[in-house]
């Protein structure tokens, strides 16, 4: 069941929509501003966000920027506006849709399933992304699983992190340091043999696969594979 917050300073409006989008099978969660309803993406995780330009206290773009920063929830805004300026700015900062008031609860209805629809198929092929196959070592970076010849084999988190990173940047040349950044952080205190070291165990677990990992001598390494 999908969840869908309600941002509107009119009571009214959040009723119909909530009456509407109920029916359709959404959990309704309200808010009568833009404050409250950072603070409730704060808390929850919603799927869909519908929200008016212009509320008190915080309008609906300033909340939506903010919003962003603490996650990525697909928006569709309401406005009393019509104007090509709105909806232009709207677009500029991410919004999926754009419905002018006064409006047709079936259509805010039917606009919202068109971006529930196409953020289930986005995550999918973002999954379907995260998943890689050579010949017999097939590696799941969404459910952190590792496979050789259809056997799972276990690694500590570090080792996965490292061969994801390695996975996803196939065929390219990766530093030390590059490594040592992205999977370490920049923070980390040590020496470059913490890569030799964690590439060693890697190549121990994939075991006949471990020609894979490629030394790039004096540089680093990559996963090198050719179709």
Same mark, same amino acid.
């Given at each position: 069941?999908?969840?869908?917050?309600?941002?509107?300073?009119?009571?009214?409006?959040?009723?119909?929509?909530?009456?509407?989008?109920?029916?359709?099978?959404?959990?309704?969660?309200?808010?009568?501003?833009?404050?409250?309803?950072?603070?409730?993406?704060?808390?929850?995780?919603?799927?869909?966000?519908?929200?008016?330009?212009?509320?008190?206290?915080?309008?609906?773009?300033?909340?939506?920027?903010?919003?962003?920063?603490?996650?990525?929830?697909?928006?569709?805004?309401?406005?009393?506006?019509?104007?090509?300026?709105?909806?232009?700015?709207?677009?500029?900062?991410?919004?999926?849709?754009?419905?002018?008031?006064?409006?047709?609860?079936?259509?805010?209805?039917?606009?919202?399933?068109?971006?529930?629809?196409?953020?289930?198929?986005?995550?999918?092929?973002?999954?379907?992304?995260?998943?890689?196959?050579?010949?017999?070592?097939?590696?799941?970076?969404?459910?952190?699983?590792?496979?050789?010849?259809?056997? $799972?084999?276990?690694?500590?988190?570090?080792?996965?992190?490292?061969?994801?990173?390695?996975? $996803?940047?196939?065929?390219?040349?990766?530093?030390?340091?590059?490594?040592?950044?992205?999977?370490?952080?920049?923070?980390?205190?040590?020496?470059?043999?913490?890569?030799?070291?964690?590439?060693?165990?890697?190549?121990?677990?994939?075991?006949?696969?471990?020609?894979?990992?490629?030394?790039?001598?004096?540089?680093?390494?990559?996963?090198?594979?050719?179709?």
């Amino acid at each position: 069941m999908f969840k869908v917050l309600v941002v509107d300073d009119e009571e009214k409006i959040r009723e119909v929509i909530r009456e509407y989008a109920e029916f359709e099978g959404y959990t309704v969660v309200e808010a009568k501003d833009g404050i409250e309803a950072i603070e409730l993406c704060r808390k929850e995780n919603f799927d869909v966000i519908i929200m008016d330009i212009m509320m008190p206290r915080l309008d609906g773009f300033s909340s939506y920027k903010e919003i962003k920063k603490i996650k990525d929830i697909p928006v569709l805004m309401l406005s009393a506006r019509g104007e090509e300026y709105d909806k232009l700015f709207g677009f500029e900062i991410g919004i999926d849709d754009y419905v002018v008031k006064p409006f047709s609860p079936k259509e805010v209805m039917a606009r919202l399933n068109v971006i529930v629809n196409r953020n289930i198929k986005s995550s999918k092929r973002v999954m379907e992304e995260q998943k890689f196959k050579f010949k017999g070592l097939e590696i799941d970076i969404v459910g952190r699983n590792v496979y050789i010849d259809g056997t $799972k084999i276990d690694m500590t988190p570090k080792e996965y992190e490292l061969l994801f990173y390695l996975v $996803k940047n196939k065929n390219v040349a990766l530093s030390r340091e590059q490594i040592l950044n992205e999977v370490w952080g920049y923070d980390f205190f040590g020496d470059d043999r913490t890569v030799d070291t964690h590439i060693k165990m890697i190549r121990n677990s994939i075991s006949k696969y471990r020609d894979y990992i490629v030394t790039v001598r004096g540089f680093g390494y990559k996963f090198e594979y050719r179709e």
